[in-house]
């Protein structure tokens, strides 16, 4: 992957560790490796993360949409579903500046990585969660994608026809880039505040209150 070579970038010296799939959350880390950043990218040891697989496939086996999402970024992998894992992922929150997941709400406390217990080992850490609808309420445990926070944010309600059915607006994968731009925007507040207090953040971020953010025609 290629990486970032001018010095003294804005962000040159955080470090940022990227445990999320697809799109949303790697996306700001993508933005925040742009910028200087040293991201490292935590895959599982059987496949990596499916962003690999995704969309027009390259002559060497990934895709341009990996090519697109990963670059900047350093790669490792890790099985959180292992305590030997676990172990390694704590080594490395000790000196990370931001984290970035994307699971759903309690799989990180499934595994014994709370942010109560991520914050004790490194109070300075910056932790973004992305999810579809948010780490509370009563959806919080429903898988969430792009194209449903479309609909549940309502700018498919704005889309097609006026007789017709709803449509996605454009980009399928609209609502990940929106929350990925909104949760980078959060990390470097917490980063400033973190450089006013000393004391890390904790992000929580939906897709689908990104899309509504965006619907002012309602």
Known sequence: MTLHQEENLPLSGIRVVDVATVI???YCAGILGEFGADVLKVEHPMGGDICRKYGTPTQRGDTLAWLSEARNKKSVTIDLHRREGVEV???LIEKADVLCENFR???????GLPW?????????????RVTGYGQTGPYKDRPGFARIAHAVGGIAYLSGM???TPVTPGS???GDYLTGIYGCLGVLMALRY???????????????ESVFRCTDEL
């Open 162 to 164: 006026p007789k017709g």
């Open 105 to 111: 709400p309690g799989t990180l406390e499934k595994w």
């Open 116 to 128: 109560e217990t991520l914050h004790e080992i490194n109070p300075g850490l910056i932790m973004l």
């Open 89 to 91: 992922f704590k080594k």
């Open 172 to 174: 399928t994968t609209l």
């Open 194 to 208: 973190r450089e006013q207090t000393g004391i890390g953040q904790y992000i929580d971020a939906a897709l689908y």
């Open 24 to 26: 949303a959350a790697p």
